[in-house]
T-cell receptor, first 116, second 116 residues
């Protein structure tokens, strides 16, 4: 498995501002993913963070709203831009571990975002 | 497109008893993975159990086991000797085995309560 940390663990933000969430892994990973979990809902994939290239976004999510960086094999950031109350959610990053062929994703602890 | 359905929004079990959570999925693929994740109130997504579609043998992890019926596209989770710490949301998830489709597709979840 992998040890994954996220910063911040929670935040309360004002409408119209932006927040950058960091995801750090203790080992090199091929694939990193960002999910959104709206209150009382399941998880929805926002994008796949690719090292050295643009992120791949799912339908309904755009780069201008959710810019993602992946500068190396252990780190990624997700920015929630120009926030509105509808962006209040838990944001989770997940990773797949290199080499073990496990095809299993492990999740970070999540970032709880509240937009006022 | 693949879909995952959890038809039980809530379930309840007496401590030390056994409970089964249902999950069905729809796919045209022959090779894939299925997972059960647990999300306690701390919101950390914890992998419970994993099943490869090409394996006929049902996966088992201590008190957790699955009943994988590939033809019926069914993947239920059995929790034996339920403990208070098992209380959580349980999500069933699907992942394609091929190519770059590494993202997980989640069901809506089942909230499990454990009564002392």
């Amino acid at each position: 498995s992998a040890v994954i940390s996220q910063k911040p663990s929670r935040d309360i933000c004002q409408r119209g501002t932006s927040l950058t969430i960091q995801c750090q892994v203790d080992s090199q990973v091929t694939m990193m993913f960002w999910y959104r979990q709206q209150p009382g809902q399941s998880l929805t994939l926002i994008a796949t963070a690719n090292q050295g290239s643009e992120a791949t976004y799912e339908s309904g999510f755009v780069i201008d709203k959710f810019p993602i960086s992946r500068p190396n094999l252990t780190f990624s950031t997700l920015t929630v831009s120009n926030m509105s109350p509808e962006d209040s959610s838990i944001y989770l990053c997940s990773v797949e571990v290199i080499g073990a062929g496990t095809d299993t994703q492990y999740f970070g602890p999540g970032t709880r975002l509240t937009v006022l | 497109a693949q879909t995952v359905t959890q038809s039980q929004p809530e379930m309840s079990v007496q401590e030390a008893e056994t409970v089964t959570l249902s999950c069905t999925y729809d796919t045209s693929e022959s090779d894939y993975y299925l997972f059960w994740y647990k999300q306690p109130p701390s919101r950390q997504m914890i992998l419970v159990i994993r099943q490869e579609a090409y394996k006929q043998q049902n996966a088992t992890e201590n008190r957790f086991s699955v009943n994988f019926q590939k033809a019926a596209k069914s993947f239920s989770l059995k929790i034996s000797d339920s403990q208070l710490g098992d209380a959580a949301m349980y999500f069933c998830a699907y992942r394609s085995a091929g190519g770059s489709q590494g993202n997980l597709i989640f069901g809506k979840g089942t909230k499990l309560s454990v009564k002392p």
